[in-house]
T-cell receptor, first 110, second 114 residues
Framework: SQQGEEDPQALSIQEGENATMNCSYK?????LQWYRQNSGRGLVHLIL?????REKHSGRLRVTLDTSKKSSSLLITASRAADTASYFC??????????FGAGTRLTVKP | NAGVMQNPRHLVRRRGQEARLRCSPM?????VYWYRQLPEEGLKFMVY????????ESGMPKERFSAEFPKEGPSILRIQQVVRGDSAAYFC????????????FGQGTRLTVV
């Protein structure tokens, strides 16, 4: 069964705006990871946040993790057209399985 | 250090044929995951393997699908007697033994069943 569930399923914003995507999961995790996938391509790792961390930054990306609510959010600030992609969260569960959600399709209009 | 290599990148099979998808993990990585992605959908977990062991195959269809990760050589995802519904992109990822590390993905194999 799938573990993560992203919302929204699709998000369309103007260049320069911020984009926020959310991920909820069901079981206890070691860490949560966010990946990006450009259309028809493989996945690129963006950021990993451990279960004992609450927030992490990487460039224009900001990830938060709330283990009590079993949820995470990915914020992309000052979005660019090149950020257009699908974004997936993946949870690394205690048994080291890595499960993905269905993804959020982000469109950034120039 | 080459990334995760999947081959072939594109594979066309007729209904009833067998499809073999290969995944060479990054050097030093002993964990391999296989995922299937249908058009416009997310990645569905299929199987998680370590060298010579299947750790979790809960996402694998019960029939026609099998996976292995031998001591030497790439991981193989094998689909016997393919049907149109098997058409999808199949991605593998590898990660090292250590916990709390990212997984690295291959570019995927796009299987088309005609």
């Amino acid at each position: 069964s799938q573990q993560g569930e992203e919302d929204p399923q699709a998000l369309s914003i103007q260049e320069g705006e911020n984009a926020t995507m959310n991920c909820s999961y069901k079981t206890s995790i070691n860490n949560l990871q966010w990946y990006r996938q450009n259309s028809g391509r493989g996945l690129v790792h963006l950021i990993l946040i451990r279960s004992n961390e609450r927030e992490k930054h990487s460039g224009r990306l900001r990830v938060t993790l709330d283990t009590s609510k079993k949820s995470s959010s990915l914020l992309i600030t000052a979005s660019r057209a090149a950020d257009t992609a699908s974004y997936f969260c993946a949870t690394d569960a205690m048994n080291n399985d890595m499960r993905f959600g269905a993804g959020t399709r982000l469109t950034v209009k120039p | 250090n080459a990334g995760v290599m999947q081959n072939p990148r594109h594979l066309v099979r007729r209904r009833g044929q067998e499809a073999r998808l290969r995944c060479s993990p990054m050097k030093g990585h002993s964990h391999v995951y296989w995922y299937r992605q249908l058009p416009e959908e997310g990645l569905k977990f299929m199987v998680y393997l370590q060298k010579e062991n299947i750790i979790d195959e809960s996402g694998m269809p019960k029939e026609r699908f099998s996976a292995e990760f031998p001591k030497e050589g790439p991981s193989i995802l094998r689909i016997q007697q393919v049907v149109r519904g098997d058409s999808a992109a199949y991605f593998c990822a590898s990660s090292p033994l250590q916990r709390d590390t990212e997984a690295f993905f291959g570019q995927g194999t796009r299987l088309t069943v005609v």
